[in-house]
């Protein structure tokens, strides 16, 4: 009986909501973009654009900028320009919180029209570009030129937003504050260099020695109580560390070998890189990482007050509105997880649960003219060119312009992990979950599920990815 209660209060809960859907048929849009002379004419358009964050962002800030700083002006000064050029409106929205609501799928499957537009940094996006209530972007080929790296990300990072043969999400990278923001790294508080006389660890990787040896020497180096005070030299999540360790030995979600996508931690580099981090962590410097998770609001803390040398964190820590260390902390780099044996000699990389601002068109929208709006509002803001954006980095946030260039090389080459996939938790999660199994034992007795996952999840996006972005993507680098 209670089933059927609950069947029925669904139906009605969506027939309620088909019938608030406003019955008006609109007119098609069509511009016929090969005889226009000018900017189109949008007839008053009304576009809305509404904008989740990892962190709740302040009233009157728009896009995550805070507002009354000169990127929220350049962001209304746009704002302003395209109204005028393009006769539209446009409304942007902040989200009540970090992620999309739950009853966004049930309420645009049911024909409602919600917003032309959302942007998140959320990986409960990727469910929702499986469920496909966003827009295709092959519709609208024509007006966004999603091939354009510099303006809406490489295929790494525009993966998540790839499904079935389609693609449904952007990244507009050229604004300030997305091009670096995302991907995890090492945070170091140069002061402790200083204090016990050590070299600047920018210099490892400058010089080329920058390796696991060199990271473990660190380990031991910066866990001391001869400061006046006990230091440990690594605070980390494990799972981030597990996951950057994999990433940074080739070892990615999925791999193709002999014709068949399988998964990439039950692989040769898969097994190394698990295996490093898991003695790493729990034999070799089991001592030098401090034993307690304060949880996401304290973690920061821990360096900031000097609890720990080093940090293991998501780089948006550094750009976010809520976090203090460029403010609180007098000196500080960054350095990246070191390549294993099976990337030795290629750029820095990671991985990424989320990319901030990841742009989508719901569908039950006007996508033609949405896209239009999205194509103008994304260019480079105002007096940010690279320059501009290079000299803001520097001013505000790094001390030294070899952290800029190397959380920009992090962010090019980093790698999605499909975390909402369930790709995490059969591997990684069981590693630090249970450590009275080898990671061998672990590896063993997940394959078969992993496996699973890779071909039901990961395969409907790996198999678009050549017809999208070329034939170089089954090469899986």
């Not at 063993?444 to 972005?469: R, Y």
Request: glycine content about 6%; overall charge negative.
């Amino acid at each position: 009986m209670k089933r059927f209660i609950s069947l029925l209060f669904i139906i009605l809960f969506l027939f309620s909501v088909s019938c608030a859907v406003n019955n008006e048929v609109e007119e098609p849009f069509d511009l016929d973009f090969s005889v226009m002379d000018g900017p189109p004419n949008l007839d008053g358009f009304e576009f809305t654009i509404r904008f989740y964050d990892h962190f709740v962002p302040e009233d009157g800030s728009l896009f995550g900028y805070k507002q009354s700083t000169e990127f929220n002006d350049a962001v209304l000064k746009r704002i302003s320009d395209i109204e005028t050029d393009l006769n539209c409106e446009i409304t942007p929205l902040n989200a009540p919180g970090a992620h999309p609501e739950g009853t966004i799928t049930q309420i645009l499957m049911a024909g409602q029209h919600l917003w032309d537009c959302i942007q998140s940094s959320s990986w409960d996006i990727r469910p929702l570009v499986e469920n496909k209530v966003f827009e295709p972007l092959s519709q609208v080929s024509d007006i966004i030129n999603y091939n354009d790296s510099e303006k809406w990300g490489n295929w790494r990072l525009l993966e998540q937003g790839v499904w079935d043969g389609e693609i449904y999400g952007l990244v507009p990278v050229k604004w300030p504050d997305v091009s670096v923001s995302s991907g995890y790294v090492f945070v170091f508080n140069e002061k402790m260099a200083d204090r016990l006389g050590q070299p600047d660890p920018r210099e490892y990787v400058e010089n080329g020695s920058w390796s696991r040896e060199k990271l473990g020497e660190m380990m031991i180096t910066y866990t001391t109580d001869s400061l006046g005070f006990p230091l440990k030299a690594l605070f980390t999540y494990e799972g981030h560390f597990y996951d950057s360790a994999l990433r940074a030995n080739n070892a990615q979600a999925y791999k193709l070998v002999d014709g068949e996508y399988i998964s990439g931690y039950h692989t040769p580099e898969g097994l190394d890189a698990l295996t490093w981090a898991d003695n790493f962590l729990h034999v070799d410097y089991k001592d030098c990482t401090y034993p307690e998770d304060p949880g996401d609001a304290g973690r920061n803390d821990l360096f900031i007050n000097e609890h720990v040398a080093m940090l293991f964190d998501p780089i948006i820590e550094i750009y976010s509105s809520n976090s203090n260390i460029p403010f609180e902390v007098e000196n500080f780099c960054i350095l990246p997880m070191p390549n294993g044996p099976e990337r030795q000699d290629q750029p820095y990389t990671t991985f990424f649960e989320r990319v901030r601002s990841h742009t989508f068109f719901p569908i039950n929208g006007n996508i033609e003219a949405s896209a239009i709006i999205a194509n103008a509002l994304f260019e480079p803001l105002d007096g940010f060119g690279e320059d501009e954006l290079k000299e803001y980095n520097l001013r505000y946030y790094f001390h030294d312009e070899r952290d800029y260039y190397l959380a920009k090389e992090i962010f090019e080459n980093q790698r999605y992990s499909f975390v909402s996939d369930g790709v995490r938790s059969r591997v990684v999660e069981a590693l630090y979950g249970n450590h009275s199994m080898t990671v061998p034992a672990i590896l063993d007795s997940t394959e078969e599920a992993q496996n699973d996952v890779v071909l039901q999840k990961l395969v409907p996006t790996v198999e678009s990815l050549e017809d999208i972005f070329g034939e170089e993507i089954l090469q899986n680098n």
